[in-house]
Nanobody, 120 residues
Framework: QVQLVESGGGLVQAGGSLRLSCAAS????????MGWYRQAPGKQRELVAT???????RYADSVKARFTISRDNAKNTVYLQMNSLRPEDTAVYYC??????????????WGQGTQVTVSS
């Protein structure tokens, strides 16, 4: 069974930084894409950033030049470095992976979410 486990959320003042990590574990054959989404209270879940196995990266316009996504393929881990945080970045951040489990087909997996709160 494949699992995604996030870490690194917390409370930070505006202008501060946080680094999120997400490790995929289990019987994994390959990971095509990993990324981060977020959901603020009363809003829909939205894409933050994604990175493919070939290191193609996509960012939401709202986080460009402030957030950096990276990936360690050997560790099946994706990171999100968040700088110059704003109160509007407050949300639950979810890790996502498009993963092929051993002996199975590609599927979409989600972590449990980690809270990021930015105070003004």
């Amino acid at each position: 069974q494949v699992q995604l486990v996030e870490s690194g959320g917390g409370l930070v003042q505006a202008g501060g930084s946080l680094r999120l990590s997400c490790a995929a574990s289990g019987s994994i054959f390959s990971i095509a894409l990993m990324g981060w989404y977020r959901q603020a209270p009363g809003k829909q879940r939205e894409l933050v950033a994604t990175i493919t196995s070939g290191a193609y990266i996509r960012y939401a316009d709202s986080v460009k030049a402030r957030f950096t996504i990276s990936r360690d393929n050997a560790k099946n881990t994706v990171y999100l470095q968040m700088n110059s945080l704003r109160p509007e970045d407050t949300a639950v951040y979810y890790c996502n992976g498009l993963i092929v489990p051993s002996g199975g087909r590609a599927n979409d997996y989600w972590g449990q979410g980690t809270q990021v709160t930015v105070s003004s």
